[in-house]
């Protein structure tokens, strides 16, 4: 038949009982499947006779690789001694032909070498409890169960909402809770933010598993007390049976925490969804033309409103790397790459030894935002600890040309600079436009797996450059407006004058998205011209970061101190004149809340009885024939001129203290007050 059956098998192992020679050793056991350490036991000091009793469960792919079981004694600052070894072979074990649980007691006896054991009565005391379940997955070619054979595939999403707490067990001395949830599903974890100090928490954070099983699973939930530098309390835990959950439709659950207190109110949603998969290089369903063909009708035009989460497919082979940096001592690195598009997250296998990896691995994605960016990063695989990091790449996937190998440098974390190595890709992009159009008006899909933000002195810089270039933009085109009205140049004048006389005079409201198009016009044949100013604000950034490394580190500490001391006058002018709009209607200030109601009535009568296009008509020709009545007027603003005159919070306060504390008038202060405003206005 053209169907094929996918087993998973997760095997559990418990380490018992340890017999060596006589002598003293420091043993502990590595447990290695298909060349990859998956687990490594603790080391028990000064012992012959060790006690283990550790369980551990692993995710094993296929039978056919042994379970590789080595034997180690603990040597500080030196290399760890060699004890022996042995293979467990796991498709020897006739139990699996069956779907259902079993556990057998077997003394595998240790070697040193290949054809000599070491002794009949070493031997490690494992507990093996395998768990096989099988589903089968029907398709059309026996091509296609090709692909899934070599694939590790996924069926549909599990989009899981968090959305409230109520009534939560208080954990804290003040009676309230610190809660977070954690959330997990096989090997796939997230964890919630934090809400302090609360028993009904409001969460509103979306989480999405991936659902390898058609019939379903289980998703397990537990809620966790945060206590800072001290080990997180637990609050209670519930579960879901996704198998009595139906599929395309929201599920609102409320979830009675178990050993706890209190509710968790979830919205759950099993979405199906095509696979997404890693496969050898060889099995590639994109090189099939026919296969192709049905992809690229499955994203036509003809098919736009036919499911509108599907928005595409990218396709993404990782041929090799090159150069890559030395992480270990010996001067190689063990690579492996990791392929991340969104919150799907897929790794190739490790290159041991080697600084130039072949991985020939073909990953496919589902494309949920055509405006994702595809990241690649390397690592290096460590035994004892997280892996290192040698290098990343970030490409969007609007910017990808189709079928092209391509060797992309690989950069630091930040993406600021580049690292050692090259790394070759190749990827493909299919999707349909009218659904990337319309996602666009959907908000972008949270990243869950982030590193948290840090304080950048170099990053501080560049975000006030970055600010201070956008009020400049907008501070020269009302310089450039405003001499229109000022008749520096007469021509350019008279043309503005004109212009807007024309304008106002047929205004249409079509005529406002008709305008916004003008620049986009514009911008798009500077690009056909070839006079592209894109890449200038990138110059510009390289400029600044090479200036500020060859500062030293006075003129860094005054450049911050300018920074902060603009950022802080930017706030509080910001701030002051929000309070002082806030004021004006709070009757801080009787006399002026008294001339904005009078402002407000003649405005509002003379709007309702004259057409608003005669009245900005008859202030744009006051504006543009002022400068002509009279040459030396001072050109204002009168809103800006009336709130000047509101006081701002902080002045508020301190014409409070300096009435308490001195007999002088509140009115007296206050003429003070806005003479200085005046003043300082001037």
Partial sequence: TNDTVTLQLFTSISLCFLSLPTGTSDPYVKFKIAGKEVFRSKTIHKNLNPVWDERVSLHVETLRDPLYVKVFDYDFGLQDDFMGSAYLYLESLEHLRVCLRACIHMNVRLRKCFFEYLCDCVCVCVCVCLYAYAWLLQYQSMRLSDVHRKAQLWRGIVSISLIEGHDLQPMDNNGLSDPYVKFRMGHQKYKSKTIPKTLNPQWREQFDFHLYDEQGGFVDITVWDKDAGKKDDFMGRCSIDLSLLSREHTHKLDLLLEEGEGVLVLLVTLTASAAVSISDLSVNMLDDPHERLQIMQRYSLWRSFHNLKDVGVVQVKVIRAEGLMAADVTGK?????????????????????????????????????????????????????????????????????????????????????????????????????????????????????????????????????????????????????????????????????????????????????????????????????????????????????????????????????????????????????????????????????????????????????????????????????????????????????????????????????????????????????????????C
């Fill in 333 to 681: 690195s063990d690579p492996f790459c990791v392929v991340e598009l969104s919150n799907d997250r897929l790794q190739t296998h490790t290159v041991y030894k080697n600084l130039n990896p072949e991985w020939n691995k073909v990953f496919t994605f589902n494309v949920k935002d055509i405006h994702s960016v595809l990241e690649v990063t390397v690592y290096d695989e460590d035994r004892d600890r997280s892996a290192d990091f040698l290098g990343k790449v970030a490409i969007p996937l609007l910017n990808i040309q189709n079928g092209e190998r391509k060797a992309y440098a690989l950069k630091s974390k930040e993406l600021t600079g580049p690292t050692k190595g090259v790394i070759f890709l190749e990827i493909d992009v299919i999707f349909n436009a009218v659904k990337a159009g319309l996602r666009t008006l959907i908000p972008i899909e949270q990243k869950y797996i982030e590193e948290e933000p840090r304080v950048s002195k170099q990053l501080l810089l560049r975000n006030f450059n970055r600010v201070r270039r956008c009020i400049m933009f907008l501070i020269n085109t009302g310089c450039y407006i405003n001499s229109c009205f000022e008749w520096e140049s007469p021509q350019r004048s008279i043309c503005a004058f004109v212009l807007f006389v024309i304008v106002v005079w047929n205004f249409e409201l079509y005529m406002v998205p008709m305008a916004l198009l003008l620049p986009l016009a514009w911008n798009y044949i500077l690009i056909v011209s070839g006079k592209d100013t894109r890449q200038d604000v990138d110059e510009d950034f390289d400029k600044d970061d090479k200036d500020s490394e060859r500062k030293g580190f006075m003129n860094k500490l005054y450049a911050i101190q300018d920074v902060c001391i603009s950022v802080q006058n930017a706030l509080d002018e910001v701030a002051s004149y929000g309070e002082r709009i806030k004021n004006t209607f709070n009757w801080t200030v009787p006399f002026l809340s008294w001339l904005a109601i009078v402002a407000l009535g003649v405005a509002t009568i003379i709007i309702y009885f004259i057409p608003l296009r005669y009245i900005v008509l008859a202030w744009g020709v006051n504006k543009f024939t002022k400068k002509l009545r009279d040459p030396y007027t001072i050109d204002n603003n009168e809103l800006l001129d009336f709130l000047s005159r509101v006081p701002s919070d902080v002045q508020v306060t301190f014409l409070r203290l300096c009435i308490t504390s001195s007999p002088l008038s509140f009115s007296f202060l206050y003429l003070l007050t806005l003479h200085c405003c005046i003043f300082h206005a």
